[in-house]
């Protein structure tokens, strides 16, 4: 191909992806891959587009042909270090981060980013460089809080926690300023969720779709969801299909089917959810996922935040396999408060919403296994790093999976993680996160305040 017939196809594939039509855009960047390209543009391009396809080694190397031809471009630098992140490869990432922060000193995600990828010692850490950047004046309070957060993450790793939690909360306070959120809306719809979804509803005989291949894990961010999920996508007849939408996206899109006019509140598309076709919402979901899934006889889906949908998943996927990892709570609300997500989990940025919120996520879990009892298998976080053979063994059993010795080998996949854990997942299971709540008890007190008014107990 010449120049203009490449830009022309990079286009096409970027128009098939964002419309959605999945595989004519697959095949489409698989036979870009095989093109010539003759700009940096068209090689960032075509990395991008091979991201987008889970194909990230080969976006690796199209990065790093875009930074051959422009070599000053810090944002060719970025991409491949974020990218060599999620593949395990932390030494080239963490080289590829300095060079994107030696040409853009202002890419406040690098600096970010480049914090987690090790643990920092007394004699090695950026603590004063990234205090001299957030004194000179940042004036995106995302980019404020990108510095904060690599400060609390490096202070953490020297062991000056006092100093760790100021630059947290400072950091996590920037964050929240700079975006809209009412914890009690999303309050409100879990309620919703337990007054429509009754012990009565799921005594009804309903037919859904018969298909098992589904692992659904699910439970608050930061619980070892994703050690769960490379566990068992060590297993061969395992593919992790990563986090997906498609669950809440295809049972929207039945809801607005079902009703005229479209539900105009939350609680009405609740209510809503309870009546539609639940064998044409798992077909959909099924059919959805099939570029996600691979050729394998199960697939992982790891959205957290599918711990919504339990009843909705069990009605119309009743062979699929729900995975709900707990954590303890305070140790959950500190791991998710000291993570600076992209963009989800808005609760997660003051200790009180956060807790308000972590005691509705758990009353929601209770009630789930109240009226679906025995349908979720519950992988208790600790327990799981105490014992990682006999709980992984369970893991396996209740998926109806025959045991595998390499799932024990999950640190050595080559499997790219693109979560929060992406860092920690390549190491063997370790305990040191265990009760690290309590090197903050103060500061967190205001969060353990609200679980004990509430009820929930948490290790002292």
């Not at 196809?9 to 390209?37: N, P, V």
């Not at 700079?178 to 969720?193: E, F, L, P, S, W």
């Not at 809503?272 to 992982?300: C, K, N, Q, V, W």
């Not at 808005?346 to 996520?361: H, I």
Request: charged share 25%; glycine share 4%.
């Amino acid at each position: 191909m010449d120049s203009e017939p490449v830009a022309w196809a990079l286009q096409e594939a970027q128009c098939l992806w964002k419309t959605g039509r999945f595989e004519e855009a697959r095949e489409q960047i698989m036979r870009l891959a095989e093109s010539d390209m003759n700009s940096a543009y068209e090689f960032a391009a075509l990395g991008l587009l091979l991201t987008n396809i889970g194909q990230r080694q080969k976006a690796v190397e199209c990065y790093e042909n875009a930074a051959a031809l422009a070599p000053d471009d810090a944002r060719h630098y970025f991409n491949i270090a974020s990218l060599q992140r999620t593949l395990g490869q932390f030494e080239l990432a963490e080289a590829n981060f300095n060079k994107a922060i030696e040409l853009k000193p202002t890419d406040y995600e690098a600096w970010k980013l480049r914090s987690e990828l090790r643990s920092w010692t007394a004699d090695n850490n950026h603590v004063e460089a990234l205090e001299k950047v957030l004194d000179d004046g940042i004036d995106d309070p995302r980019g404020k809080a990108n510095i904060c957060y690599a400060l609390a993450k490096e202070l953490e790793d020297i062991g000056e926690s006092e100093r760790s939690f100021f630059y947290l909360r400072r950091g996590a306070n920037f964050r929240r300023s700079n975006m809209q959120y009412d914890v009690a809306r999303d309050i409100d719809t879990i309620r919703a969720i337990k007054s429509n979804f009754t012990s009565d509803l799921f005594l009804e005989a309903v037919a859904g779709c018969d298909s098992a291949k589904p692992i659904f894990i699910v439970g608050m961010p930061r619980t070892g969801t994703t050690l769960v999920e490379r566990i068992l996508a060590s297993h061969t007849d395992v593919t992790a299909a990563g986090e997906l939408t498609d669950f809440a996206v295809q049972m929207m899109v039945l809801v607005r089917k079902s009703a005229d006019p479209p539900p105009s509140s939350r609680d009405e598309l609740v209510k809503l959810s309870t009546t539609i076709d639940f064998a044409a919402l798992g077909e959909a979901y099924i059919a959805s996922t099939r570029m996600h899934a691979g050729d394998t006889p199960r697939f992982i889906d790891k959205l957290p935040l599918n711990y919504l949908y339990v009843g909705l998943i069990h009605r119309a996927l009743p062979n699929a396999t729900i995975v709900h990892v707990q954590r303890d709570p305070m140790d959950t609300i500190y791991a998710v408060y000291k993570t600076l997500f992209v963009d989800a989990y808005p609760f997660s940025y003051r200790l009180d919403e956060l807790a308000e919120y972590f005691v509705e996520y758990y009353r929601l879990m209770e009630h789930w296994e109240s009226v679906l009892p025995g349908v979720m298998h519950t992988v208790h976080y600790e327990h799981l790093v105490a014992d990682v053979t006999t709980e992984s063994k369970r893991l396996v059993e209740a998926c109806g999976l025959e045991w595998q010795p390499a799932c024990l080998d999950f640190h050595l996949s080559e499997e790219a993680s693109t979560t929060a854990s992406s860092v920690q997942v390549r190491s063997p299971v370790y305990q040191s996160s265990v009760r690290k709540w309590r090197n903050h008890q103060a500061q967190l007190r205001p969060a353990l305040e609200i679980l004990q008014q509430a009820g929930i107990e948490t290790g002292q």
